[in-house]
């Protein structure tokens, strides 16, 4: 949103980020953050086979993707029923660009 109020612009560009908590350097560190001690050893392997790993942490991340999807569609949803279609394609493209990430992710690794 551009909130002109006496010639100030208004930093938000949608209304509900105002309330998004953005100063952690009092709180946390970014790995406390993003609980990445959790996410990182969250591969538990079952084997001794190397490849393992790399089957944990691509299919762990397909379904981080997948979930940021599932949150994305609702939210479009959301937005169509507020009759807020900007925000909606947004986020629908938003879903677009991960589907792509998941179909074609330019792991030429795996080859």
Not at 24 to 42: C, E, P, V
Not at 72 to 100: H, P
């Amino acid at each position: 949103m551009d909130n002109n109020q006496g010639g100030k612009k208004d930093r938000y560009a949608y209304e509900s980020e105002k309330n998004i908590h953005t100063d952690f350097k009092d709180n946390m560190t970014y790995g406390d953050y993003l609980q990445l001690d959790h996410i990182l050893n969250s591969q538990k392997r079952m084997s001794d086979h190397h490849d393992e790993m790399l089957f944990i942490i691509i299919h762990q991340v397909s379904e981080l993707w997948m979930k940021l999807i599932i949150h994305e569609i609702r939210a479009a949803i959301d937005s169509i029923e507020e009759g807020d279609l900007q925000t909606a394609f947004k986020m629908l493209a938003r879903v677009t660009k991960v589907q792509s990430q998941i179909i074609h992710p330019g792991m030429s690794f795996l080859r």
